[in-house]
């Protein structure tokens, strides 16, 4: 059993406690649902009210789970939990942090590996959309998988109007005007309209006529792929002595999985990789709820090891 959590001084960013049987403020439910989303924790399903639907309610015990915390779902403002999902988050008074910084410079996201070549390869299995859409999981998103948690975050897209049918950019499009598209897009129910796919410009003006340009699309991937490179990093210390379609399979997996990509879900597969057993680490890299084409690159990935030499140790 947990000790009671202690509170930690300093600023907070939520003004009252919030879990069930909790007299919920309607905007600190909303920071701490988008702050879990960034993380990766499901509380998609959480709208703006007073009371936590169950996925917020498992996503908060979720992370004092995986955080070696008191497990009640209940966060105090100043408590621990709440301090952890702060800091974690990067979200205070109302300001995410979920985009990455775009370096100024251009580091390698994998040393020795073409930029364009990794680029590509996200482009394609993220089917890329300019228009912001469901993915399959209920999170709103935008380009090669850039998860968009809420209105705070579309701060530094630049989105512009388009015409649907001559794909021609009209003029750049307003916050206001973004902010109303997103609340379009976040409001369609779950397991409708899900996924890219289901978005028709023809069908549905009032979602695609808003679009973020391939410059922007390019340079939120990259600033994303250099931000999962370094979460992968602290999952595998020893990545940057891995071959280098190695790196590029783990990126991938933290790329799409996020915080599922855990040693606890995935034990054979940390098991294979940490012992360099590339063969192993091929047979346990499918993923159920990606394509087959996707799994099969990863798994020659694993396997591409010519050339390569195992450090001494």
């Not at 936590?52 to 008191?70: E, G, P």
């Not at 979920?98 to 590996?113: A, D, N």
């Not at 003006?205 to 679009?211: C, M, P, S």
Request: proline share 4%.
């Amino acid at each position: 059993m947990k000790d009671a959590e202690k509170t930690i001084p300093g600023a907070s960013f939520i003004g009252g406690s919030v879990g069930n049987r909790m007299r919920n403020a309607v905007d600190d439910i909303l920071k701490v649902r988008d702050s879990l989303l960034r993380m990766g924790y499901g509380a998609a399903k959480q709208r703006g009210n007073t009371i936590l639907t169950r996925d917020m309610d498992n996503a908060i015990k979720a992370f004092q789970k995986d955080n070696n915390l008191k497990v009640d779902g209940i966060l105090k403002p100043g408590g621990e939990a709440e301090s952890r999902i702060m800091a974690s988050s990067q979200l205070q008074s109302g300001k995410v942090g979920r985009i990455p910084p775009v370096p100024e410079k251009k580091p390698e996201i994998i040393s020795g590996m073409s930029q364009e070549e990794i680029i590509d390869f996200f482009k394609r299995h993220e089917d890329q959309k300019n228009f912001m859409y469901l993915d399959h999981k209920g999170n709103v998103t935008v380009g090669a998988g850039h998860m968009i948690p809420n209105t705070e975050a579309l701060q530094g897209l630049p989105f512009e109007f388009y015409d649907t049918k001559t794909e021609d950019s009209l003029n750049t499009a307003s916050i206001e005007d973004v902010r109303r598209a997103f609340e379009i897009v976040r409001n369609q129910k779950i397991g409708k309209n899900i996924d890219a796919e289901s978005y028709n410009p023809e069908d549905r003006g009032d979602l695609v006529n808003i679009r973020l340009p391939d410059a922007d699309v390019n340079r939120r991937l990259i600033a994303d792929l250099h931000y999962k490179v370094q979460e992968v990093r602290k999952k595998f210390p020893q990545f940057d002595t891995y071959p280098q379609k190695t790196k590029m399979a783990l990126l991938d997996m933290q790329f799409n999985m996020g915080r599922n990509f855990s040693r606890q879900k995935w034990s054979k597969l940390y098991k294979a990789v940490e012992g360099e057993d590339w063969l192993s680490a091929a047979k346990e890299s499918n993923r159920k709820d990606v394509g087959r084409e996707r799994n099969e690159e990863i798994r020659k990935f694993f396997l591409a090891i010519e050339g390569y030499a195992k450090p001494k140790k």
